[in-house]
């Protein structure tokens, strides 16, 4: 589902034509799939493709900060990665 899709959804709810149940389970299914391809995004950032690790849990929370708006949402999704004794593994995605 696209965002065109979504606002004509919505549309639709506002209209009577759909059931909002239905609209909102068709954007839960987008957020996860919006969660899935974030998850291999950021494993792309962190390893190579033999599983070697390119970047710092902390690099990495680094590089997506720069491509967020809000210091917060960084903050709160990317605080628990540079706590200690995360990234001292050396092994590829489990």
Do not use: C, F
């Not at 004509?8 to 239905?22: F, H, I, M, N, Y």
């Not at 200690?84 to 050396?90: A, D, H, L, T, Y």
């Amino acid at each position: 589902m696209q965002i065109m899709q979504i606002e004509e959804v919505l549309q639709a709810v506002k209209d009577g034509r759909e059931s909002p149940a239905r609209a909102y389970g068709s954007i839960q299914a987008l957020r996860a799939d919006a969660d899935r391809y974030e998850r291999d995004l950021i494993r792309m950032l962190r390893w190579d493709a033999q599983g070697n690790v390119k970047h710092t849990w902390g690099q990495v929370a680094k590089l997506v900060n720069a491509q967020l708006g809000s210091r917060q949402a960084a903050h709160i999704r990317w605080g628990r990665l540079k706590a200690p004794g995360r990234g001292q593994s050396k092994s590829g995605p489990s």
